[in-house]
Structure formats: C-alpha cells, structure tokens
C-alpha cells in the first residue's frame, strides 16, 4: 500500500485518519497529522472494501431534500429576471416582499445583486413571480489520469516542521 501523505510504501496495515475532513490511508509514521477516523482505524491489508469498515452493504438510498437543493444553481441573471418581471406585474418592492413573507430590502438587495437569495426564497420568487430561477445541475464527471510514477501525494505539497 502507498501512504496518501508521505508517498511511501508499506507493508501490512494502514492506519484511517481524517485530515480536514478528507478520509485518508497512511503509514504507521504519518497517522500523527490527523485523528483517527471511527474506533476500527486499522485497515486490513487486502480486504475489500464492504470489510474496511463501511459496514453492511446497504442499497442506494434516494436523495434528501437537502441533496437535492445542493444540486440547483441558482441563473447568473436572477436580479434582472426578479426586477423585470416585478415591474411587469406591477407590485412595488414592498408588495413583492409581503407576498413571499419577506422584508422589502431583502427584495431591493436581491435586485441589486447584493445578495444572492437562499433556495428557499428563490422558489417562493418563483413561484409567485412565475419566472425561473433555479435550475438543477448534472453531475460534473472528473476526469482520472494515470500515470508511470507514484503520482502526487500530501506530502509533496506540504513542508512539515521538523
């Protein structure tokens, strides 16, 4: 196995550790630089990944509304889209933001693209407005690259004090 941090290369079990959140396997030597990610921080060497301490094999689960609200982007011209069709309808900021149960200047910072409205207010503008401002965005595919060497580590980028 191949340290995540130093690069090296190590015989029988590495160690699970989070640094800075990311999920990390790494020799004997490096499991200092984090803290031990569940009580099992031992990975077996060779064993597939259900034993490495995921657990049970479970079935896809549907995404929540929180996952599925991480997916929408809000347009690039929300204001414009807001102001014009406000204006169109003939409301004043101050009716707008009583209709949707919201102060005027958060209308007023939205139009000026002061601020960028929560997906909770962009789809109460959506709905009484009509207009869209939400639009779901696909899965970005990362393109993998292999190379002839090790590849680049932790620990070619960072300088550890000695």
Known sequence: ????????EFKGKGFKILVEGAELTVCYSCQK?????????????????QQRGAGPAQRPRSPS??????????????????????EEMGLSQADL????????SLIHRVETKSIRPT?????KLEKVLDVTLLESVGDVE???KTSFN????IGDIIKFKK
Request: with cysteine.
């Open 119 to 123: 997906n909770k207010v962009a789809r």
């Open 33 to 49: 630089f984090g803290t031990s990610s569940s009580s099992r921080s031992r990975v077996p060497r060779g064993a597939p990944p």
């Open 142 to 144: 990362v393109e993998s």
């Open 97 to 104: 933001g009583k209709r949707i149960s919201e102060k005027e």
């Open 65 to 86: 509304p929180q996952q599925k609200a991480r997916s929408l982007e809000l347009v690039e011209d929300y204001n414009d889209i807001v102001k014009n069709k406000r």
């Open 1 to 8: 196995m191949l340290c995540e941090i130093c690069g090296k």
């Open 150 to 153: 090790k590849g680049l580590t």
